[in-house]
């Protein structure tokens, strides 16, 4: 797995910061996880209020981690992003908000220079559902699986 670079969604199950979210870049998932929620030490300082923290999905297929950390530099800053700057979706309840998240990965998807990628979305849970339904497809070349790394 260390040669193969991720950008994740995290969304904080800490009862006062319901879908708070934390995106991110890393090439172990399960490691990087355990870091957020304090496990290992060098995990984000800026998580640590909201621990623990729950891996709702992860981006792999990136060939570069160069391009993997363009593509969580846009997600987490969609509104300064060049390339998204013609998306403008109303803010689900908050900046950090995570149904918001959902739909800008979605659109993301869509959208050069990423739309080209192999990308594979891996749902590692199928709780937020609901949360895609209102979500473009991906193009039809991309694989979306719900499942464990």
């Known amino acids: 797995m260390s040669n193969v670079n991720y950008c994740y969604l995290l969304t ?4 006062t910061c319901k879908y708070h979210t934390y995106i991110g870049y890393t090439t172990g998932p399960p490691r990087r996880l355990r870091q957020h929620n304090g496990e290992l030490q060098h995990g984000a300082r800026r998580t640590s209020a909201k621990r623990p923290w729950e891996m709702v999905l992860v981006v792999e297929g990136f060939p570069t981690n160069l391009t993997a950390l363009r593509f969580e530099w846009a997600w987490q800053n969609p ?4 390339v998204l700057k013609h998306i403008r979706l109303t803010r689900a309840g908050g900046k950090r908000k995570l149904k918001e998240k959902i739909m800008y990965l979605h659109e993301m998807l869509n959208v050069n220079p990423w739309r080209r990628l192999p990308l594979t979305v891996h749902w590692l849970t199928s709780e937020y559902d609901a949360f895609k339904s209102a979500c473009k497809e991906v193009p039809s070349h991309m694989v979306v699986k719900v499942s464990r790394l």
């Open 79 to 82: 509104h300064r992003s060049n």
């Open 12 to 15: 904080s199950l800490k009862p």
